[in-house]
């Protein structure tokens, strides 16, 4: 038997053990065709399927409209953040970024050397403890998208509203919380996600873009960065990340059979809510920096009376079994990532140890 403990790493994070036991006991021989996955060409029908099976789950998963289409990509959420404007900047256009911290930052970071680049909303002034809401968002005139992060992996705060720009495409960096909630296909024409939050291993990114806005990418860009070339080649335009899209497949089949997007939406409210409460019944001994109403069922962020106490928290939260509970290092404190694959029951007993903790130390 193995000895899994509750990870609350924020990525890679924990996958759910039926998707992991299904690859151990097929690693060998898949289905019978004498070798593993990974050994296959990617041109095979073993893995043919993986691949097409992995497009449809997601679509059905995420009820993708027909006018999109879905793209498995190398280089995680991180690559689109180079591609975005390089698909998409052209002479005149602005490229709107909605500032909201640290991703959304790392995002704005590649569009900074083009020309067009503009910060449209900021909440620095508040710490990046807060989302705008949709009314607080306008795109600029002649705007060529408008970026967000729609869930702040380091700063535990969450998007509540989408906002409605018009015809400007909106592009959304939603990987720490994609398959947790459905997404407004109307008011979005582009949604990407690196896998290791939600979906899988890390290296592979997941992109659900608008056809239409597919026609808008640039020519004059590298074929692979392409997200028209990538579209056009079914996501083979080279080898693809196969372990890591046989991974997300079988993540796919475990949400199907938990409920679909609906049930993983549950059971983020139930966790987040355990973690939140033990907060809130604290009388202040422990605190959520983030604005009440933008608070993150995926990433809880916490911090105790002094840095000391933090440690000794992490620490003794560690030896009890509740893994990954540090806080980023660029914001310190506490972050219990809870990602689809925590069970509920993880997310109850932290609860209960931070009710014992403060109880032994205050
Ligand atoms: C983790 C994360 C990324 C980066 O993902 P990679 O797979 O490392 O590229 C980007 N955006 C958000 C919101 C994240 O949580």
Not at 53 to 80: C, Y
Not at 124 to 132: L, R
Not at 167 to 195: C, Q
Request: hydrophobic content about 40%; aromatic content about 10%.
């Amino acid at each position: 038997m193995t000895n899994r403990i509750f990870n609350f790493s924020a990525g890679p994070c924990t996958l759910p053990l039926p998707a992991l036991e299904k690859a151990q006991n097929e690693f060998l021989d898949y289905q019978c065709s004498g070798m593993s996955i990974i050994e296959q060409s990617h041109r095979g029908k073993f893995y043919d399927e993986v691949h097409n099976t992995a497009i449809q789950n997601l679509k059905f998963l995420l009820q993708v409209p027909d006018d999109f289409s879905i793209l498995m990509l190398h280089g995680g959420a991180t690559q689109n953040f180079v591609m975005i404007p390089m698909n998409f900047a052209s002479e005149g256009k602005a490229l709107d970024y909605v500032m909201t911290g640290s991703w959304s930052k790392k995002a704005a970071a590649e569009g900074k050397s083009y020309a067009g680049y503009k910060e449209i909303w900021t909440s620095a002034d508040k710490n990046f403890t807060c989302m705008p809401t949709a009314a607080q968002i306008t795109p600029s005139e002649n705007s060529a998208y408008v970026h967000f992060c729609t869930n702040e992996t380091i700063g535990g705060i969450e998007l509540q509203e989408y906002p409605d720009c018009g015809d400007v495409p909106v592009i959304m960096d939603m990987s720490s919380h994609i398959m947790s909630r459905e997404i407004p296909f109307d008011r979005v024409d582009m949604v990407y996600a690196g896998a290791q939050k939600n979906l899988g291993p890390a290296g592979l990114g997941v992109v659900i873009i608008r056809n239409s806005l597919l026609e808008k990418c640039n020519a004059n860009i590298p074929n692979f960065m392409s997200y028209k070339v990538q579209a056009d080649n079914n996501s083979l335009y080279n080898t693809p990340p196969v372990f890591a899209i046989y991974m997300m497949n079988n993540v796919l089949e475990w949400v199907k059979a938990n409920g679909g997007v609906v049930g993983m939406e549950k059971l983020a409210k139930q966790r987040s809510s355990f973690i939140y409460d033990a907060v809130d019944a604290s009388g202040g001994w422990y605190s959520c920096p983030v604005e009440k109403t933008c608070r993150s069922r995926m990433n809880v962020v916490w911090r105790l009376p002094s840095e000391e106490l933090e440690k000794k928290f992490i620490g003794e939260a560690a030896a009890a079994g509740f893994s990954g509970l540090k806080g980023h290092r660029s914001v310190g404190g506490c972050r219990a990532s809870m990602y689809n694959a925590m069970p509920v029951a993880g997310a109850e007993q932290l609860a209960q140890f931070m009710v014992d903790f403060k109880k032994n130390n205050s």
